[in-house]
T-cell receptor
């Protein structure tokens, strides 16, 4: 299946822990994104990578660190998790980093910090 | 600051009617406007894109209008079906290489 995939689907962890979410796309796209969707369904961009290069880095705590080993993968590592980090995290990709490109989203990772 | 508002959090309509969802924005000059559908527990799925110089775009039962004077987009689903029930998100993009999303409207089509 051609798609954007994320693992894990659900992540439940204690405050203070470090965790990672992995994302892969097999669509041959150059650009990948991480979004956070809060409890009010508001979807907000966190990071964007184009061909492994960071191009968007919104005001996100530096506990969040994205890593792109190649243009098909974009992982998100979160240090010292806090209660407020609980949300659904979506990975997405698009053919280029142009604003008119449609984005293809993964299924999401629901992170719950206890 | 830039603001995107979608008309209401929830909209209920009867099957067969036309659903109309509204997206208003302020302090923004978008070049493109996109609409996405999101089902519970799933990621958003792209539906339509309209450019600032286009007034209207259609795809099957979907129609989008874009009025840059009113700073508003309308999203219509004609002959609505219960399967159209979902949350619909509008997203704007301009010179910045990113999409800014509204908070969505949850549409329920009643049989």
């Amino acid at each position: 299946d051609t798609a954007v995939s994320q693992t894990p689907k659900y992540l439940v962890t204690q405050m203070g822990n470090d965790k990672s979410i992995k994302c892969e796309q097999n669509l041959g796209h150059d650009t990948m994104y991480w979004y956070k969707q809060d409890s009010k369904k508001f979807l907000k961009i966190m990071f964007s990578y184009n061909n492994k290069e960071l191009i968007i880095n919104e005001t996100v705590p530096n506990r969040f660190s994205p890593k792109s080993p190649d243009k098909a993968h974009l992982n998100l590592h979160i240090n010292s998790l806090e209660l407020g980090d609980s949300a659904v995290y979506f990975c997405a990709s698009s053919p280029r980093d142009f604003s008119y490109n449609e984005q293809f989203f993964g299924p999401g990772t629901r992170l719950t910090v206890l | 600051s830039q603001k995107i508002e979608q008309n209401s959090e929830a909209l209920n309509i009867q099957e067969g009617k036309t659903a109309t969802l509204t997206c208003n924005y302020t302090n923004y000059s978008p070049a493109y406007l996109q609409w996405y559908r999101q089902d519970p527990g799933r990621g958003p799925v792209f539906l339509l894109l309209i450019r600032e110089n286009e007034k209207e775009k259609r795809k099957e039962r979907l129609k989008v209008t874009f009025d840059t004077t009113l700073k508003q987009s309308l999203f219509h689903i004609t002959a609505s079906q219960p399967a159209d029930s979902a949350t619909y998100l509008c997203a704007l993009s301009g010179s910045a290489r990113q999409l800014t999303f509204g908070s969505g409207t949850q549409l329920t089509v009643l049989p």
